[in-house]
């Protein structure tokens, strides 16, 4: 910046002299400014996020940058005032005289283009770090003036204004997720998850815990949960950090709907219980069934390798009882993951039990399909005429005492249908071939 040059000299800084209208256009704008300045100032002395700063205990990097902003709102009023008088002082020149003469527009031009504005220096902490060694003065045109204030309010304006957007958004979410945390822990301790006794109960004190925190913290230094928008040179340009507030939020969201679940434990446990007494019921009946079979095959039926049955489902009965236990004194917390294992456990079980008595009756539904085939064979034999074929009896005779008798060879019993099928099938064959009939087949073997 320059010094102001001579009022009637040569090569002055502020250039060749003005007219008068360009006197009377200058001066038309510089007013317009001063107007617009003077409502942005006020608009930011006014504004609801700079008096909650002043007002707030501040910590961190809000306290820091809030020290350097009131500095600099400080230098903000004091070069306006400045501004203000230098610009009263033109205004004040230009109406001496309708018609200025040369020495008047001489200085006219040297006010309002030259570097005609001192201004002291009141905080030179903050002067130093924008424009360089402190100063007990600075000197101004009245356009640096301008882009001085304009830098000056962005900074300011951005401070503010972002301090304000964390504090609308944030404390009010948060005081939003307490107050849904609250009616949570009251559901939650009705059903006995409650700290020390159950992992939710915990979870449920850490997210109290970190709520109050973050709400503290946020309250105290609201740019530490500023994000800024990559590139964005306007005032408030990002959006509040929320990560914290969402984690505690997803945290509350899962406990939540455990609580429900217990809660839906608390509405049907009885028909639950109900219904895992009966299937451990079918499946003692079934296992039951298939101890009896088993030693009917084992009578029965020879040469066969019948599977061992297992026995009740004792361990799945006393977590029944325990499950009961839980149901008469409200522990539902308990009862929950209790009853959904034990019903998975059950309809495996009975499930288990029906392939025991399958595999058990395996050998009795053997023996009963070859006196179901046996039977049907001599139904055909007798409708084409065979009925009275010796060598037919015999077989079928030799065949039904195997599968009539106990304990019956289930190997030699079905050589004895498959060799009476064959004689059967020859029978049936020379039919064909023969229309005779079976009168010469006597004594044949």
């Known amino acids: 910046m320059g010094a102001a040059g001579p009022f009637a000299g040569s090569g002055n800084a502020s250039g060749p002299p003005m007219?008068?209208?360009?006197?009377?256009?200058?001066?038309?704008?510089?007013?317009?400014?001063?107007?617009?300045?003077e409502t942005s100032l006020?608009?930011?002395?006014?504004?609801?996020?700079?008096?909650?700063?002043?007002?707030?205990?501040?910590?961190?990097?809000?306290?820091d940058r809030w020290t350097g902003t009131e500095q600099s709102i400080a230098l903000l009023w004091s070069y306006f005032d400045a501004y203000s008088s230098a610009l009263t002082e033109a205004r004040e020149l230009r109406a001496r005289r309708r018609w200025s003469s040369r020495e008047d527009l001489v200085e006219l031009t040297d006010?309002?283009?030259?570097?005609?504005?001192?201004v002291a220096n009141t905080t030179p902490q903050l002067s130093s770090s924008i424009t360089g060694p402190a100063k007990l003065s600075e000197r101004f045109s009245l356009e640096e003036l301008v882009a001085r204030m304009n830098d000056l309010y962005a900074r300011s304006l951005d401070m503010v204004v972002t301090a304000d957007a964390v504090w609308t958004a944030l404390p009010a979410r948060i005081d939003l997720l307490s107050a849904e945390l609250q009616r949570t822990r009251s559901l939650a301790h009705s059903v006995g998850v409650r700290p020390g006794e159950h992992p939710s109960g915990d979870e449920l004190e850490s997210i109290t815990h970190e709520l109050t925190t973050l709400r503290a913290q946020v309250i105290s230094d609201p740019l530490a949960f500023w994000r800024s928008a990559p590139g964005s040179s306007a005032p408030g340009g990002g959006r509040p950090d929320t990560e914290r507030y969402d984690r505690a939020a997803r945290a509350l969201e899962d406990i939540r709907r455990e609580i429900e679940a217990?809660?839906?434990?608390?509405?049907?446990?009885?028909?639950?219980?109900?219904?895992?007494?009966?299937?451990?019921?079918?499946?003692?009946?079934?296992?039951?069934?298939?101890?009896?079979a088993r030693g009917e095959v084992l009578a029965k039926?020879?040469?066969?390798?019948?599977p061992a049955v297992s026995g009740p489902p004792f361990t799945l009965q006393e977590r029944l009882a325990t499950a009961a236990e839980y149901r008469r004194h409200s522990q539902w917390h308990r009862l929950s993951p209790l009853l959904e294992s034990l019903e998975r456990e059950a309809e495996d079980e009975l499930l288990r039990a029906r392939e025991s008595l399958t595999a058990v009756t395996a050998p009795l539904a053997v023996r009963a399909e070859l006196r179901g085939r046996l039977d049907a064979y001599k139904a055909k034999v007798a409708r084409n005429g065979f009925?009275?074929?010796?060598?037919?009896?015999?077989?079928?005779d030799a065949a039904r005492r195997m599968l009539w008798s106990a304990p019956c060879d289930l190997r030699v019993a079905e050589h004895a249908v498959l060799r009476y099928q064959q004689a059967a099938a020859e029978a049936l064959t020379q039919r064909e071939s023969d229309p005779a009939g079976p009168a010469d087949r006597g004594g044949m073997r």
């Open 111 to 118: 006010r309002l283009r030259g570097a005609s504005v001192t």
């Open 19 to 37: 007219d008068r209208d360009e006197v009377d256009r200058a001066l038309a704008r510089l007013g317009s400014e001063h107007e617009a300045i």
């Open 42 to 63: 006020l608009a930011l002395q006014d504004h609801a996020g700079r008096r909650l700063l002043e007002g707030a205990e501040l910590t961190g990097v809000t306290k």
């Open 262 to 292: 217990v809660l839906r434990v608390r509405q049907d446990s009885e028909e639950r219980l109900i219904r895992l007494r009966d299937l451990l019921s079918r499946a003692d009946r079934t296992l039951t069934e298939a101890r009896s």
């Open 301 to 306: 039926i020879a040469a066969s390798e019948v």
């Open 387 to 396: 009925a009275e074929d010796p060598l037919l009896i015999e077989r079928y």
